[in-house]
Structures are given as C-alpha cells and as structure tokens.
Nanobody, 123 residues
Framework: VQLQASGGGLVQAGDSLRLSCAASGRALSRYVIGWFRQDSGNERDFVAGINWTGDRTYFADSVKGRFTISRDNDKDTIELQMNSLKHEDSAVYYC?????????????????WGQGTLVTVSS
C-alpha cells in the first residue's frame, strides 16, 4: 500500500489543522494506521492511531483532548484533526500502516510510510 500525507502548513498557536493520509494500491481496511511525528532529527514519536475498523482510537498523552483521528475505508483515507495547536506540536508528521488487527504505538513495526508533511506552529 502507498500512503500520501498532506495538509501540513504554518499556523499560529491555538489554530487548527487537518492532516490527511490517502492510501492506494490496496484496500485500507486491512491496515491499522498510526500518525507519528519527528522533530529535528529525533526519533519518530507516536501521536495517534486507529484500528482497522475505526472504532478504537489511540492518542499520545501530549495530544489527548486536542487531536482526533478518523478513517473512511470506502475512500481509503485517514484524517488527523489537530486543534489548539502548540509550538511543541511543530514537526514533520507521517502516517504509517501495518496489517491489522493489533495496534502498536512503536514506529518500528509499521511497514508502510507516507512521505511526511510539515507542521509549523508559531508561538
């Protein structure tokens, strides 16, 4: 499966952004999806994830209550809605997929990765 992330940009603290991840090549319904972010050469940190049916979601403590994640298996898309953005949310965001059903927050177990989209939040 190929993943294409989009929606990043430059915003001010407190603003919102919606990231999208479009899948092609195979039906997305077989995959669990995670969003990760990487800042200044650090490791890719888990941000949010969703199981293959979309009825269970997972969030890093740092984004709980501010970010939501959803998927549309008919359209093969995943969206990450980011509200109340903070400067520390600035990073390159990646969507990633692995065959389900079990969900992991560890980036190393994900097989497929999008190219990343840059989010910059000015304070």
């Amino acid at each position: 499966v190929q993943l294409q992330a989009s929606g990043g940009g430059l915003v001010q603290a407190g603003d919102s952004l919606r990231l999208s991840c479009a899948a092609s090549g195979r039906a997305l319904s077989r995959y669990v999806i995670g969003w990760f972010r990487q800042d200044s050469g650090n490791e890719r940190d888990f941000v949010a994830g969703i199981n293959w049916t979309g009825d269970r979601t997972y969030f890093a403590d740092s984004v709980k209550g501010r970010f939501t994640i959803s998927r549309d298996n008919d359209k093969d898309t995943i969206e990450l809605q980011m509200n109340s953005l903070k400067h520390e949310d600035s990073a390159v965001y990646y969507c990633a997929a692995r065959v389900g059903p079990k969900f992991y927050t560890v980036s190393s177990v994900y097989t497929y990765w999008g190219q990343g989209t840059l989010v910059t939040v000015s304070s």
